[in-house]
């Protein structure tokens, strides 16, 4: 059976590459309308062509989403042409790789304006639309970085903790003022996408996703399982729950495992080009598609996704998947701690 048309306005951030551009993907079909927000021009413009070639429609809009005033001139664009959006995912970012010894204070300052502000300024742009009409769903696109720390990362990471905050926050107003309005945050394991590749690194070496890795439209499908079912947060992969819940139980182990292991995890063994162009003030160009350079290393599905999106309703399942879970993760742990 075909994937089903989403009825409805979608925005999407960072829709050029990379799980924006397996999200587009997600949401295309007969009828679609999508309003794709990104920097690269060639790259939105080939996201504009797939969604048209799929029977849908789609408005291409360079956006800075580190300025607030772009956004909403985009979000006003989306709405004059297709009607406010019921769904805005909040999917841009950017990072450095980079000791925090060696970052320069405007790098950390671009990375928390793309990858934190922008999320703030999309999630805005859309209450604006959403608030007065009592309906719409906005999707943060998370991290399990978004609870615990790694090594190498730290303006990425304290941008995604930052959305963590920023989004329990506005959840609590939505709750307080009795609005339809869902916010909803998926938290992402290791993906195979482009930004390795692109993003601004001072490692010797060339980085690469801390395995096990999968693909973008592992993370496509939980975004869109998002959209339609009212879920507060949704972990998607194995990974995900064990650095989450393993945080909870043994930070301190985490940070001395993470010290020795982080940093060749997240490096190959290629040599890194310190000349290569990166995006952390202007896009790379060309259409760099959603796949990054690691397809025989990653998994095209997540039994952990799975789960999530079939378990049965009621407190009492409830209860007893998250004591599976934490059950899971302790054994994880205690396998590690014994390694």
């Known amino acids: 059976m075909g994937k089903q048309p989403f009825a409805g306005v979608v925005v999407i951030t960072g829709a050029s590459a990379g799980v924006?551009?397996?999200t587009v993907r997600a949401f295309s079909g007969p009828g679609a309308k999508i309003g794709l927000l990104a920097r690269g021009r060639e790259g939105l413009e080939a996201t504009r062509c797939e969604v048209e070639a799929c029977g849908g429609e789609a408005l291409a809009l360079p956006t800075d989403v580190a300025d607030s005033d772009q956004v909403e001139a985009a979000a006003a664009a989306v709405e004059a042409r297709f009607g406010p959006p019921d769904v805005w995912i909040n999917d841009a970012m950017t990072s450095v790789f980079?000791?925090?010894?060696d970052l320069l204070p405007e790098e950390v300052r671009r990375v928390t304006e793309v990858t934190?502000?922008?999320?703030?300024y999309g999630t805005m742009a859309a209450l604006r639309r959403m608030l007065p009409r009592n309906r719409g769903v906005i999707i943060q696109v998370g991290s399990?970085?978004?609870?615990?720390?790694i090594p190498l990362q730290a303006a990425y990471c304290g941008a995604k903790h930052a959305i963590q905050g920023f989004t329990e926050s506005?959840?609590?107003?939505l709750i307080h003022d009795n609005s339809q309005v869902r916010i909803t945050m998926v938290q992402m394991p290791a993906l195979n996408t482009p930004q390795f590749g692109w993003v601004k690194s001072r490692l010797p070496h060339k980085a690469q996703p801390?395995?096990?890795?999968?693909q973008p439209e592992v993370a496509a499908q939980a975004i869109r399982f998002a959209a339609a079912h009212a879920r507060r947060e949704i972990f998607v992969g194995g990974s995900t729950v064990e650095a989450i819940e393993g945080n909870k139980l043994a930070p301190g182990w985490l940070d001395h495992y993470l010290a020795r292991t982080g940093y060749a995890a997240q490096q190959t063994d290629e040599p890194e080009d310190p000349n290569r162009p990166d995006n952390l003030w202007r896009p790379v160009e060309g259409d760099r598609g959603a796949h990054g350079t690691f397809d025989h290393r990653a998994s095209p599905s997540s039994r952990e996704l799975w789960l999530a999106t079939h378990r049965p309703s009621g407190n009492q399942w409830i209860t007893i998947g998250a004591a599976a879970a934490g059950a899971a993760t302790l054994v994880a742990v205690?396998?590690?701690?014994?390694?």
């Open 20 to 22: 924006g551009r397996a």
């Open 98 to 101: 980079s000791p925090v010894k």
């Open 116 to 120: 934190y502000l922008g999320v703030v």
């Open 144 to 149: 399990a970085l978004a609870y615990r720390g």
């Open 170 to 173: 506005l959840r609590c107003e």
């Open 210 to 214: 801390v395995p096990p890795i999968f």
């Open 334 to 339: 205690a396998r590690k701690l014994a390694a």
